[in-house]
């Protein structure tokens, strides 16, 4: 149907214009948390100082900086991978080892991950050791952070291989259905992370012990009770031991699900602001955010692989992405070339639709969101939001059209005015 170069043209169409969004993107941002940097927006005059905001909007830029520089050396390697030869030169090398075809392909997505690893390190090195401490968060050493890196490799050896293993082996035995069975295998393994995730791999990371008792697991076991919510694990993790930033989250389901804070955030934070932070996670539960986003990622997985099943019959995709004409034979004799080229063209045409992501995960927070003031203190809530933004130096002024398309949360001014919203008037002061 297509030609191979005007499939490579397709793809650079593809590249430059998702490049040029994030870094016009980015410069958008830039450009407005500088601008907004002497003046603490309004509705947060009373609670938030000028030195804080500016410390956000300096952070905030910084990062920036760094994701534009990212975003940029991860388009120049897809570049050298797919046009420049990469692919198919590592192809070409697997070729005169004596293994089988399998093995090659194994060998294949190992050594590319191994590139893509080395190019992204000098910047995930420069957020920790650059960014967070000349802001004050980052509590890791040079060590912790190589033995973090060495915990990673290790268990991308231990799962990921086996699951490459065994998409590999499907794709190559199972014949043309070999998508469906693909799919099945993708969605069992998700599932089982699921589970896997709180109770075997996030230990390996942090230490996690029961909340201690007193004032605020009191207000916690009261509001799990008027939720109806039994059977959740209530831990604490030692996330100062590499970062500053605070956070609550909600994970695993079945028996396995449990709800887990920062000891940051459970130093910073009065007993019934975490009450009113875990009404909000505990909102995501009973709205059944974690299985609709499964569902969805069901849909569209079983969408992409379709296409990779198609596109694996077509010379013009692998020719059209800088495989070499002499190549063609062996690259599509070879299910794993397929599934490495479409893995790396991929996100340049899906970037489209991350807006409609972002859109989604903001719906889910604003609906968490109410379901927290129905159950506990809305204003609790504010506070408790105002002391994260605080905290983290989250800025307050995003740029809209950045934080349209990036952001999994609404602005701070537009969540905050909603929960007010809901909340009622404010209340009458307690008198002393
Ligand atoms: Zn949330």
């Not at 309004?42 to 938030?48: H, L, S, V, Y």
């Not at 998508?179 to 230990?203: D, N, R």
């Not at 190549?327 to 893995?343: D, E, I, N, S, Y």
Request: with cysteine.
């Amino acid at each position: 149907m297509l030609t191979a170069p005007a499939f490579t043209l397709l793809f650079l169409i593809a590249l430059c214009a998702s490049l040029g969004v994030r870094l016009w993107l980015a410069r958008r941002q830039i450009a407005h948390v500088t601008a907004h940097r002497d003046a603490v927006p309004t509705a947060f005059a009373e609670r938030i100082a000028l030195p804080a905001h500016r410390k956000a909007a300096d952070y905030t830029a910084a990062k920036q900086r760094l994701f534009a520089l990212n975003t940029l050396a991860d388009a120049v390697l897809l570049l050298l991978m797919t046009l420049g030869g990469g692919i198919g030169f590592i192809i070409a090398w697997t070729e005169t080892i004596a293994i089988s075809p399998f093995w090659r392909d194994v060998l294949m997505f190992v050594v590319t991950t191994l590139i893509a690893g080395v190019v992204s390190l000098p910047f995930s090195w420069r957020h920790t050791f650059r960014i967070e401490e000349r802001f004050g968060f980052n509590r890791m050493t040079q060590r912790l952070w190589l033995a973090d890196l060495a915990k990673a490799i290790a268990l991308g050896v231990a799962l990921g291989l086996p699951l490459l293993m065994l998409v590999l082996w499907l794709m190559a035995t199972t014949g043309t259905w070999w998508w469906i069975w693909v799919w099945a295998a993708w969605m069992a393994f998700q599932l089982l992370l699921l589970v896997a995730y709180p109770t075997l791999i996030a230990p390996l990371f942090n230490k996690f012990s029961p909340l201690a008792a007193g004032a605020a697991r009191d207000r916690i076991e009261g509001l799990l009770s008027r939720c109806g919510f039994t059977s959740a694990g209530l831990f604490v993790m030692d996330g100062s031991k590499r970062s500053g930033h605070g956070n609550a989250y909600f994970t695993g389901f079945g028996r396995a699900k449990r709800i887990v804070f920062f000891d940051t955030l459970i130093a910073r934070l009065a007993p019934e602001e975490i009450e009113a932070v875990l009404a909000h996670e505990l909102g995501h539960f009973k709205l059944k955010h974690v299985a609709k986003r499964i569902a969805w990622s069901a849909v569209i997985t079983l969408g992409v692989l379709a296409l990779l099943a198609y596109f694996a019959r077509e010379p013009w995709f692998y020719a059209g992405l800088g495989i070499p004409e002499a190549l063609l034979p062996t690259a599509m004799a070879r299910p794993g070339v397929a599934l490495q080229l479409f893995l790396l063209a991929l996100p340049v045409f899906t970037f489209v639709l991350e807006p409609l992501g972002s859109l989604y995960s903001r719906k889910h927070e604003f609906e968490a969101d109410a379901f927290a003031t129905r159950y506990a203190d809305a204003f609790a809530l504010v506070r408790a939001l105002v002391k994260l933004y605080e905290d983290n130096a989250a800025t307050l002024t995003p740029d809209p059209l950045h934080s349209a398309y990036h952001d999994s949360h609404p602005p701070a001014a537009v969540r905050i005015a909603r929960i007010e919203s809901l909340a009622g008037p404010l209340p009458i002061p307690a008198a002393v």
